[in-house]
T-cell receptor, first 111, second 119 residues
């Protein structure tokens, strides 16, 4: 089945630094999504991408849907302590179907 | 809007007992709900797709007789872990698809999860 490779697995950064993480897939997705999960809670949608090449921002977050439809990246600018958490990419083949998740990137921010 | 709740938030049970977890869409109708399982420090893995009024579709390797899913209404799906064992201890998360929400895809909203610990 399809698998998502997400990297890096973890990051330790200083407050104010920019962060970048990415996901690659062995096959094509029609939708890429990025979620953040805090400990003991469900994931919360950050950004959804629907078209190859699409670049979308949500505040300090920016994500892009790769041209090949097999990859996506998420950037966080000027990180703050509340950015701490686990970030997951997810791909979706068809609208309304289940999501396939990456393995997550754990972000730690020191002030 | 678009809130999904889960009950209970955490449960501890003895080995061999059955546990029921509820997933509710509070302000929208969800014809489809998904159940995921997440082990510590790992990603969310899809267990099954629950469709209102029909049988659930289980992913390969997930025992349908052990993880019973019932989606009897447009706002409620239940997951029952039967004869639970310690290896079933995990974080169970549901998501609900808002069929009526306009957009290029039907967004899924996740519940807050249920932490199951089997002693």
């Amino acid at each position: 089945g399809q698998q998502l490779n997400q990297s890096p697995q973890s990051m330790f950064i200083q407050e104010g630094e920019d962060v970048s993480m990415n996901c690659t897939s062995s096959s094509i997705f029609n939708t890429w999504l990025w979620y953040k999960q805090d400990p003991g809670e469900g994931p919360v949608l950050l950004i959804a991408l629907y078209k190859a090449g699409e670049l979308t921002s949500n505040g300090r977050l920016t994500a892009q849907f790769g041209i090949t439809r097999k990859d996506s990246f998420l950037n966080i600018s000027a990180s703050i302590p509340s950015d701490v958490g686990i970030y997951f990419c997810a791909g979706q083949n068809q609208a309304g179907t289940a999501l396939i998740f990456g393995k997550g990137t754990t972000l730690s921010v020191s002030s | 809007g678009a809130v999904v709740s889960q009950h209970p938030s955490r449960v501890i049970c003895k080995s061999g007992t059955s546990v029921k977890i509820e997933c509710r869409s509070l302000d929208f109708q969800a014809t489809t709900m998904f159940w995921y399982r997440q082990f510590p420090k790992q990603s969310l893995m899809l267990m099954a797709t629950s469709n209102e009024g029909s049988k659930a579709t289980y992913e390969q390797g997930v025992e349908k007789d052990k993880f019973l899913i019932n989606h009897a209404s447009l706002t409620l799906s239940t997951l029952t872990v039967t004869s639970a064992h310690p290896e079933d201890s995990s974080f169970y998360i549901c998501s609900a698809r808002d069929f009526g929400r306009a957009g290029s895809y039907n967004e899924q909203f996740f519940g807050p999860g249920t932490r199951l610990t089997v002693l």
